[in-house]
């Protein structure tokens, strides 16, 4: 073993965590395989595998490259491999344990677990392709990064997998006969310069309390690389990985329908699935009966500790400027990780980008007000469908945007 410490630093109010100088966030399996799902169907329109497998070498070539530049202890590519693999490991995307078996010429390796493969298979069951794109794009920017290359020197192709029924998965590398230009990631992007102090809004929640609580849990790979936490598996992902894969995507789309609102709305519902199954297995856990529950006197404080506990995931500085219980809910968000990476990868914005800040704050509502979270129900496929599909669901809309020019990402959420 290396005895590498993984080092993730908290920036302070901006609620962003950067690894290397990536940021990192906290996002589960419902939603990684519902965006890449989305992102599959649209293959009509756009190379869906390019731009899945891409997004994961940028994003992971670039804190891969800044974690060997500050341990300069690991100076053989063997060694670099094998840190590599112990870091995918920690972020819960599995085991590439026999990742320093690669040479420079490429190779293939075995696992029996990956994140996106067995969690497909159990979410879906078997599909006809194979389901681990992002672990493709980590294994080409481990060996660039260990033999001293640049990204878009190796291809790496999933050739067995769970959701084929093969008994493990299998990668195979090699160097591509020509380079291939892969985007540089934008690190930790354009966050808020200032974070303005909004009035705080009665509850009986100690948010800080909670927000801090929750950081300090342990939300790492066990044995086997998987990260299961709040009735999920989570992953620790690259927020550069989701931004360029939803964004790319939109971009295509849009360009080759004519219509912006057709992308907007595949991934606003992505939001209604994170909501629903990562922030629902929230409150409906153990942890949150422990250390949230107890502060817990009416729907609203609900609400409020559930924003309290995403302020430790990474998303961004979450908070409410207008809540009439039921009725309506405005939600801002500064140095939301959307608009970060969207700035700094495209710039200005034609229309509001923050997609996953307006699902999941329709979702919070709807579950809070609508699917009765407080009563611990199951959150099974038909309690979705039911709860998003009423006439008088909750519906979300983005009034202010970073990617515009405003000073924060806004949502207003009222019911139909």
Known sequence: M??????????????????????????????????????????????????????????AYAALSRL??????????????????????????GLIDNLASLSEEGGSLETPITHYSVGWKEVWGERKKPADYFTCG????????????????????????????????????QVRPTKKEIRKSPGVGKLNEKIPELPKLTSNVNAEEITKAVREMQLVGNDQGLIPAFGVFLTRHFANYYNYIVYETAKKMGEATGDDEIAKMLFIESGHVCAFNTLGGIMVSPEWEGLVQPQIQNEDDILHGIIAVMNSLGWGHWCLSEHDGAKKMVACV?????????????????????????????????????????SKPKLTYEFYQNLFNKEDSYVAIQ??????????????????
């Open 2 to 59: 290396s005895k590498l410490k993984v080092n993730v630093k908290w920036l302070e109010n901006h609620n962003i965590s950067v690894l290397y100088s990536e940021p990192v966030l906290y996002h589960c399996n419902f939603f990684n395989f519902y965006l890449q799902r989305t992102i599959e169907d649209a293959q009509e329109y756009v190379p869906a595998e390019e731009i899945l497998t891409d997004g994961g070498e940028m994003a």
């Open 68 to 93: 060997f530049e500050v341990n300069t202890q690991f100076q053989t590519a063997e060694e670099k491999l094998k840190v590599a693999a112990e870091l995918y490991k920690h972020l819960g995307f």
């Open 138 to 173: 980590y294994i080409a920017a481990a060996l660039a990064v260990a033999y001293g290359k640049t990204t878009g020197t190796y291809q790496v192709k999933q050739t067995k997998c769970l959701t084929l029924g093969h008994e493990t998965n299998e990668f195979t590398a």
């Open 334 to 374: 500064f140095s939301d990780y959307e608009a970060n990476g969207y700035l700094a990868m495209y710039g200005k914005a034609s229309h509001p980008i923050s997609y996953f800040a307006t699902g999941c704050s329709a979702g919070l509502m709807n579950l809070i007000y609508k699917g009765n979270i407080a």
């Open 399 to 416: 009034t202010k945007c970073r990617a515009l020019g405003d000073d924060r990402c806004q949502v207003e959420v009222k019911a139909q």
